[in-house]
């Protein structure tokens, strides 16, 4: 008998008693999170997953992070690294192991993060991000501000609101958010997409850009330590502020931004100045101007004057003059008479040589000159033809090399703009595959769980369910009348059956079997 009690338990395979163990584990903890230290992290495998381990004191845990969760997470696994992981705690029957799936990954109190943050500056310190002489310095009285922030914050009405105040001038505003998993990617790429926009055009590029945020702790602020916008800041070519949290809060990109202020209020006061006070100080030096060229005037004709009175007599200037005058006149007239004489003479002898000319000769001398003269006519208007089509041939030429230039600048930018849309466009159908392929994984994995969990696998292993007339399952012998009309539901279909009243005196093989089925019923 005891032989036969030994033998009475129903085989499983490996793999039906793995997946009871993957079943009753996953079950049991669901979701948990664990605090320990990184260990054994050699970075994402070449399926993109990454293996590690947690390990404290005493123990030590197998976790994962499939692809798709690794490239959501804020905090990137590092060995040594002390995390609280949030997952599913499961089996891998491939290796009789139990193991964490981790789904978010965060470090353990203000003293890891404080560590992982002073790590990072030193190491961005020694690439140089944070050195001073990379920094540009502000335009005094810019025309354009850019600002990186949330749209429905109070510190894009507070930078708004000052800047009004103090000089009002056209501000373009990023929005992102400043806080969560994909904050950081949207500060680095603001920063970057206003240092692309054009120099010129209804849409340029901002003379000065603030990248503001309201105060909060440090879990708060995380965004603004990670590398991508650190790195951002460094590399933009247009004057940044940083005004991240309140005047005590200091984060990586005030290392690396050109100027930090201690409040988005005060950046505003930095990018630009008081309006009011630059036209009072330009009337101060419209007036400072005025007073000196007053005084430089009264200066001149005070020495016009002290030269006046050093100049002699104006009677005393032109007696000598007008004696001179007087003895000029004298002579004139005498000489006026001689020269009368004289015109008298050379009309005579102009008349007597008028007489020996003939009309004749004079048109044959004027004919002469005529031809001269039309010869010379034509050369200059040949001159002058030649000229201009010289110049037309020149003005041409540059006509035609500016029209090439500007053909080929406009090809280049429509194959730039092809460029960037065949980019954003394979960008967008990789995005779409990863997320199809993220929603096929989690409805195979939803219908895994659904197939374990049916009453249709415990039928596959020989067991049947009972039901009475109503359809309703039975799951005592108490339910059950005599006479009761039952429905057996097995593997491969459906047996009707009548209740009747239980045997006086069972048979051997009956009592053999007896414990058996207690022994079915109490495993499962």
Not at 169 to 198: K, Y
Not at 409 to 426: K, M, P, Q, T
Request: net charge positive.
């Amino acid at each position: 008998m005891e032989d036969e009690a030994r033998t009475n338990a129903p085989e499983l395979t490996v793999a039906e008693l793995s997946n009871a163990l993957k079943r009753t584990i996953e079950d049991r903890f669901g979701y948990v999170r664990v605090r320990g230290e990184i260990s054994n992290y050699r970075g994402p495998h070449s399926s993109g997953h990454c293996y590690f381990s947690l390990k404290d004191q005493s123990a030590r845990i197998d976790a994962v992070i499939w692809k798709g969760t690794f490239a959501r997470l804020r905090t990137k696994p590092e060995e040594g690294l002390e995390v609280i992981a949030t997952g599913k705690v499961t089996t891998y029957p491939g290796k009789s192991a139990y193991q964490i799936v981790v789904e978010a990954l965060e470090p353990a109190g203000v003293g890891a993060i404080m560590a992982l943050l002073e790590e990072r500056r030193r190491k961005l310190a020694a690439e140089g991000l944070f050195d001073e002489a990379r920094k540009q310095l502000l335009p005094y009285l810019p025309r354009r501000i850019g600002v990186v922030t949330s749209p429905t914050g109070a510190v894009i009405r507070d930078i708004l609101h000052r800047l009004a105040e103090r000089f009002p001038c056209h501000v373009v505003v990023w929005p992102v958010r400043v806080q969560g998993e994909t904050s950081a990617a949207e500060v680095a790429a603001a920063i970057r997409g206003f240092n692309e926009l054009p120099e010129e055009g209804p849409l340029r590029r901002p003379d000065v850009v603030i990248v503001a945020r309201g105060g909060g702790s440090l879990e708060d602020l995380w965004s603004f330590n990670e590398e991508v916008v650190v790195r951002a800041a460094a590399d933009s070519l247009v004057p940044l502020i940083a005004a991240v949290g309140h005047e005590t809060d200091w984060t990586l990109i005030d290392h690396a931004a050109d100027l930090r202020a201690p409040t988005p209020t005060a950046a505003a006061e930095k990018a630009v100045p008081v309006r009011s006070e630059l036209l009072a100080e330009v009337a101060d030096l419209g007036r400072r101007h005025a007073g000196a060229m007053f005084r430089l005037v009264e200066r001149e004709k005070a020495a016009l004057r002290a030269l006046a009175r050093a100049l002699p007599q104006a009677e005393a200037l032109v007696a000598l003059p007008r004696q001179r005058l007087d003895t000029a006149s004298t002579r004139l007239s005498g000489m006026f008479s001689r020269a009368q004489d004289r015109r008298r003479i050379g009309l005579s002898l102009l008349a007597h040589r008028l007489s020996r000319q003939s009309p004749h000769a004079r048109l044959a001398r004027t004919g002469e000159r005529l031809g001269a003269l039309e010869q010379r006519l034509r050369r200059a208007l040949a001159t002058a033809q030649e000229r201009r089509v010289q110049t037309l041939g020149h003005v041409g030429s540059r006509l035609a090399a500016a029209r090439a230039t500007y053909v080929q600048v406009a090809r280049e930018r429509v194959a730039s703009a092809r460029h960037r849309l065949d980019s954003l466009s394979g960008r967008l159908v990789h995005g779409a595959r990863q997320l199809l392929t993220v929603e096929r994984r989690r409805v195979a994995t939803l219908g895994q769980v659904l197939g374990t969990l049916g009453y249709r696998q415990v039928l596959a292993r020989g067991f049947a369910l009972v039901r009475g007339e109503d359809g309703k399952p039975i799951r005592l012998a108490a339910q059950v009348e005599e006479g009761m009309r039952l429905d057996l539901e097995f593997a491969d279909g459906h047996k009707p059956a009548v209740a009747g009243q239980a045997p006086k005196s069972p048979t051997k093989k009956a009592a053999a079997k007896a414990p058996r089925k207690r022994e079915q019923e109490s495993l499962f």
